[in-house]
């Protein structure tokens, strides 16, 4: 009978690294990034929510991951490498060609969505003969569609970094984002489950516990206490909850693994 233990956060699991992508794709993604998982079996792996979409390579296949409530655990073998490439916020939309309100916490195959082009592309990509040289085929594969997509409209970019800085926090958070970008609170709402598949509240959420995480990583060495106030919570316990609801596992264990 096998024990129930925490789920492995990915970022901590094998080797993870990110790189900037090919310049022809960076008006339209963050970064590109790979993930080698080590060789011995790990009963569960968990994503936890960044707001963010990412193109992935994985099992020799072509898939777009949409962005998550709470932690996705997808089904990973040992040894599976990963690549990876992360849409600008508000970039995804233009690439796909539909709201991200229609693959939140979906894994899906880019066939389903781009048919016959993802289809050569996953057909590229498995006659690549490394991991080295796929990461490069996928960024110059992509590079081919680049051109003829429209840049990531500019409100996304700043509803995300408001968000992310805190802007939401307050009563009147929401009134102050949608006087800053001139549009009404209920066009606020429609723009960000377009763009980021949830609301801004949600959106939000998710960007307070990212830099929860940042803080984390950068001093893992402060306590619960001072890391929640910084990160915006309204005190330890309210970050708990979070922990819990967002990754399935306790604050310590939590810290534990992203400070090691």
């Known amino acids: 009978m096998r024990l129930k233990t925490n789920p492995v956060l990915a970022n901590c699991l094998g080797k993870y690294a990110e790189t900037a992508p090919a310049p022809v794709l960076r008006e339209h993604f963050r970064c590109a990034w790979t993930n080698l998982l080590p060789e011995r079996d790990v009963s569960a792996v968990a994503v936890v929510p960044d707001g963010c979409i990412d193109l992935l390579w994985r099992d020799e296949r ?3 991951v949409g962005p998550d409530v709470t932690a996705a655990t997808p089904p990973l073998r040992p040894g599976t490498i990963v ?5 600008k916020p508000g970039a995804a939309a233009r690439w796909l060609g539909l709201s991200m309100t229609e693959i939140v916490g979906r894994e899906i195959d880019m066939q389903d969505i781009w048919g016959q082009k993802a289809r050569l592309i996953a057909e590229r990509m498995q006659e690549a003969r490394s991991p080295d040289k796929q990461f490069g085929l996928l960024q110059e ?9 429209e840049a990531p409209p500019p409100d996304a970019g700043i509803m995300f970094d408001l968000l992310r800085e ?3 926090h307050e009563p009147d958070g929401m009134r102050h984002l949608s006087r800053t970008l001139d549009v009404s609170e209920r066009t606020l709402r429609r723009r960000s489950h377009d763009l ?3 609301g801004p509240k949600t959106l939000q959420r998710i960007l307070r516990f990212q830099n929860f995480l940042s803080s984390v990583r950068t001093c893992g060495d402060r ?3 001072d890391m929640a106030y910084a990160a915006g919570y309204a005190d330890q316990a309210h970050l708990s909850r979070e922990i819990r609801s967002l990754c399935g596992m306790t604050p310590g264990e939590f810290v534990r693994q992203i400070a090691a």
């Open 196 to 198: 980021f598949g949830y």
């Open 83 to 87: 690549l990876g490439i992360r849409f």
């Open 141 to 149: 594969l992509l590079g081919k569609t680049a051109s003829s997509i």
């Open 223 to 225: 306590g619960l206490a």
């Open 62 to 64: 072509f898939l777009v």
């Open 166 to 168: 805190g802007t939401g």
